[in-house]
């Protein structure tokens, strides 16, 4: 069974970075393609960035330009480095594959930009 743990969230004022991970376990990394996902209260859960596994990336366009995907294979780990946050960022963030598997969803990482 594949699982993901994501860690790195926190709370940070406008302006500020924070850099995700999300580690998998029980599958095989390297052929995934990968996704950041987030759901901010009252909205739906939203892509937010896609790796695929020979590494291109793509971009919801909102996030062009401030974050950035990256993977480790050797550590089984995907990354979202995410710079001049916004309020509007807020949400927990959730890595699973793309296309997504409902069973794959982890407990996400809580992001919170406020001054």
């Known amino acids: 069974q594949v699982q993901f743990v994501e860690s790195g969230g926190g709370l940070v004022q406008p302006g500020g970075s924070l850099r995700l991970s999300c580690t998998a376990s029980g599958g095989i990394f390297f052929i995934y393609d990968m996704g950041w996902y987030r759901q901010a209260p009252g909205k739906q859960r939203e892509v937010v960035a896609v790796?695929?596994?020979?590494?291109?990336?793509t971009y919801a366009d909102s996030e062009k330009g401030r974050f950035t995907i990256s993977r480790d294979n050797a550590k089984n780990t995907v990354y979202l480095q995410m710079n001049s946050l916004k309020p509007e960022d807020t949400a927990v963030y959730y890595c699973?594959?793309?296309?997504?598997?409902?069973?794959?969803w982890g407990q996400g990482t809580q992001v919170t930009v406020s001054s």
């Open positions: 699973n594959i793309s296309p997504t598997v409902t069973a794959y």
């Open positions: 790796i695929t596994n020979g590494g291109r990336t």
